[in-house]
T-cell receptor, first 114, second 112 residues
């Protein structure tokens, strides 16, 4: 009965590779997000989608491309991985975009670039 | 660009109430106060949020001062599993209402 699930949980890959992280929510929410937590533990938003439409893109490099095939899924594809991409990536979802709607997070994907 | 100030760390004895303070002196009238926590190696967990009134749910209570410039999260009977980093976040139109802006939080250590 996991609400927000991400796969894979761990991802170890070489610099220069392309990889994808998948996120699914079974809460019936309309809005989904990607956050990045770096090695210093700072959590920062990357993208947000509402009803499959991109509403936030926080100056993330073009190598990162989110895709929302439907309201329940938001995937993150990363091209030409760099050492600095090593981080924990969290997916989240909320009922709507409004500030009164709590966001609920998955348990993260730990990406390590060799 | 977090709009909140929290102590970096706090200790609490198991079974006692944990009172975590947060200052948000520049909060605007339409901004909410949110609390999340992150237990080691897990995703941020939503705890509670409020606008003006005090709020209570099964996890915690949120006390917001009348001028809304500060708030306190209360865990009434802390357990060892409450050891985590607690984030106080202001969210609304001025902060980009769709997103949560996390600061450095308060690391709460609950001891036996």
């Amino acid at each position: 009965d996991t609400a927000v699930s991400q796969t894979p949980k761990y991802l170890v890959t070489q610099m220069g590779n392309d990889k994808s992280i998948k996120c699914e929510q079974n809460l019936g929410h309309d809005t989904m997000y990607w956050y990045k937590q770096d090695s210093k533990k700072f959590l920062k938003i990357m993208f947000s989608y509402n009803n499959k439409e991109l509403i936030i893109n926080e100056t993330v490099p073009n190598r990162f491309s989110p895709k929302s095939p439907d309201k329940a899924h938001l995937n993150l594809h990363i091209n030409s991985l760099e050492l600095g991409d090593s981080a924990v990536y969290f997916c989240a979802s909320s009922l709507g975009q409004g500030a009164q709607q709590p966001q609920h997070f998955g348990d993260g994907t730990r990406l390590s670039i060799l | 660009d977090a709009k909140t100030t929290q102590p970096p760390s706090m200790d609490c004895a198991e079974g006692r109430a944990a009172n975590l303070p947060c200052n948000h002196s520049t909060i605007s009238g339409n901004e909410y106060v949110y609390w999340y926590r992150q237990i080691h190696s897990q995703g941020p967990q939503y705890i509670i949020h409020g606008l003006k009134n005090n709020e209570t749910n099964e996890m915690a209570s949120l006390i917001i001062t009348e001028d809304r410039k500060s708030s306190t999260l209360i865990l009434p009977h802390a357990t060892l599993r409450d050891t985590a980093v607690y984030y106080c976040i202001v969210r609304g139109k001025n902060t980009g209402f769709q997103k949560l802006v996390f600061g450095t939080g308060t690391r709460l250590l609950v001891s036996p």
